[in-house]
């Protein structure tokens, strides 16, 4: 009787994977990824819509913050090319011609402005640092010092023994001593002067 050869090379070896079963598990993995992204940005949706439905009553129709003016760059512009220079919430024009205190408050409320009104230490600092002799906004009205936005006189910067009252009709205030930190001096309101103007212009 004849015997078969039998070739036991194959025997109890486990089968490789194929190529499709890799192919299956590669795309189980692309689908689980694309759900999984699907649900975040669902998530981020809903959130947003929460947190912009519940923020509205923050702001104005127009998308602007309550009592929050946004200037732009170019409502400045001509300003800024006739020599105002801006500080703080207001923009200012040192002059460099001289006039008498009525024709340089003239001058200001020509141009939409006036005679500065200082009612703060840096705004009074801010005046000095121009080194000039020049006219505020502050005059003696009914035997009281008022600024010319018809508030009275609270907080003063007057220089070493001002106001002196030495001559009558002192009766204008100009920013004088620049070298100390109080400038003010009385001066008769015909005597000319350099001034500063002041325009509020809030942001």
Same mark, same amino acid.
């Given at each position: 009787?004849?015997?078969?050869?039998?070739?036991?090379?194959?025997?109890?070896?486990?089968?490789?994977?194929?190529?499709?079963?890799?192919?299956?598990?590669?795309?189980?993995?692309?689908?689980?990824?694309?759900?999984?992204?699907?649900?975040?940005?669902?998530?981020?949706?809903?959130?947003?819509?929460?947190?912009?439905?519940?923020?509205?009553?923050?702001?104005?129709?127009?998308?602007?913050?309550?009592?929050?003016?946004?200037?732009?760059?170019?409502?400045?512009?001509?300003?800024?090319?006739?020599?105002?220079?801006?500080?703080?919430?207001?923009?200012?024009?040192?002059?460099?011609? =001289?006039?008498?205190? @009525?024709?340089? +408050?003239? !001058?200001?409320?020509?141009?939409?402005?006036? /005679?500065?009104?200082?009612?703060? =230490?840096?705004?009074? @600092?801010?005046? +000095?640092? !121009?080194?000039?002799?020049?006219?505020?906004? /502050?005059?003696?009205?009914?035997? =009281?010092?008022?600024?010319?936005?018809?508030?009275?006189?609270?907080?003063?910067?007057?220089?070493?023994?001002?106001?002196?009252?030495?001559?009558?009709?002192?009766?204008?205030?100009?920013?004088?001593?620049?070298?100390?930190?109080?400038?003010?001096?009385?001066?008769?309101?015909?005597?000319?002067?350099?001034?500063?103007?002041?325009?509020?212009?809030?942001?």
């Amino acid at each position: 009787m004849a015997h078969r050869n039998i070739n036991m090379e194959y025997v109890n070896v486990p089968k490789t994977p194929s190529s499709s079963s890799n192919d299956q598990k590669w795309l189980r993995l692309v689908l689980l990824s694309f759900g999984l992204l699907c649900i975040l940005q669902a998530t981020l949706n809903v959130t947003l819509r929460i947190f912009l439905s519940t923020d509205t009553n923050a702001l104005d129709l127009d998308g602007t913050c309550k009592n929050f003016t946004v200037k732009k760059k170019e409502d400045f512009a001509p300003f800024f090319q006739d020599n105002w220079v801006y500080f703080n919430t207001s923009l200012y024009y040192i002059s460099t011609a =001289k006039r008498n205190w @009525e024709n340089s +408050r003239r !001058f200001c409320m020509q141009r939409n402005a006036d /005679l500065i009104v200082i009612n703060s =230490k840096q705004e009074q @600092e801010f005046v +000095r640092t !121009f080194h000039r002799f020049m006219w505020i906004g /502050l005059t003696m009205t009914q035997g =009281k010092w008022m600024w010319v936005d018809n508030t009275p006189l609270t907080t003063s910067y007057w220089g070493p023994g001002e106001p002196s009252m030495n001559l009558e009709n002192e009766d204008c205030v100009e920013s004088r001593f620049f070298e100390v930190e109080h400038t003010w001096n009385d001066l008769k309101c015909e005597d000319i002067n350099f001034w500063i103007c002041e325009k509020i212009m809030p942001l």
